[in-house]
């Protein structure tokens, strides 16, 4: 009876994980529109900032250079083999007028080896603490790792992970997970990219990243929306 029962759970995790890896075959590039990736990080930012122990978090956000969020990525993984998928967004912040460009549009999906099993949906915020940060959300594509450096982000009075003591990390992650999984790679080897096709649909144009985040503010409701929640939380 147990043999039986890890022949099915095994099954279902390969299965899961063949349905994730060739979703792109089967149904093509299906990405989220702008509307349901504002309206989705929405929520995720929500979330985030009615936890008890978001006050170091909210203290970022108040200094930081810009912020990126995927709410609901999707992570497969099963025996070390895994990827994931997810849609985002970008915004930068000139600090010195307090004015938020953006949203410039971003998409990831790959894969990747390491110790982690399971299937999840995360919602992960990244808070870009400096220039060489914002940089990198301005480029067609970047990995996380190597040149770029990351840290898990403090949150309350505990800390999860090793934090420079003066917070000058380029970006911190933050992230919020539903479902069963083990993982031990995180954003390390992740490959971000311009969703260019969110961009065009936003803005009525064919835009690069850069340019939406040096000279973009929409006025349209979802985003003064998102905009006026991010201010409220970094106040």
């Known amino acids: 009876m147990i ?31 702008p509307s349901e990736i504002i309206n989705d990080t929405i929520k995720a930012l929500e979330e ?7 006050g170091i978090f909210k203290g970022l956000l108040k200094r930081a250079e810009g912020i990126a969020i995927f709410p609901s990525m999707t992570e497969v993984a099963i025996f070390g083999i895994g990827g994931q ?7 930068r912040k000139d600090n010195e007028t307090g004015i938020w ?3 410039a549009f971003l998409k990831t999906n790959s894969g990747g080896i390491g110790a982690r099993m399971g299937i999840q949906s995360i919602d992960l915020i ?23 450096a990351w840290t898990v982000g403090p949150i309350g009075r505990s800390v999860s992970a ?12 933050y992230s919020i997970t539903k479902g069963l999984y083990f993982d031990a790679g995180s954003l390390q080897g992740s490959t971000i990219k311009e969703n260019s096709d969110a961009n065009e649909t936003l803005y009525g144009e064919d835009i690069s990243n850069r340019t939406i985040l040096e000279t973009k503010i929409p006025k349209n409701a ?5 905009l006026a929640l991010i201010k409220e939380i970094s106040k």
């Open 126 to 148: 990244l808070v870009i603490n400096n220039r060489q940060g914002l940089e990198a959300f301005m480029e067609n594509s970047f990995k996380f790792g190597g040149t770029l």
């Open 48 to 54: 985030m900032s009615s936890s008890p122990d978001s």
């Open 222 to 226: 979802e985003f003064l929306k998102l």
């Open 162 to 173: 090793e934090i420079d003591s003066d917070f000058n990390a380029p970006i911190y992650s």
């Open 85 to 91: 998928k997810g849609d985002g967004l970008v915004l």
């Open 101 to 103: 460009y953006g949203p």
């Open 3 to 33: 043999i039986r029962r890890n022949k099915s759970l095994f099954l279902i995790f390969v299965l899961s994980l063949l349905l994730f890896f060739s979703q792109e075959f089967i149904i093509g590039d299906a990405r989220a529109t």
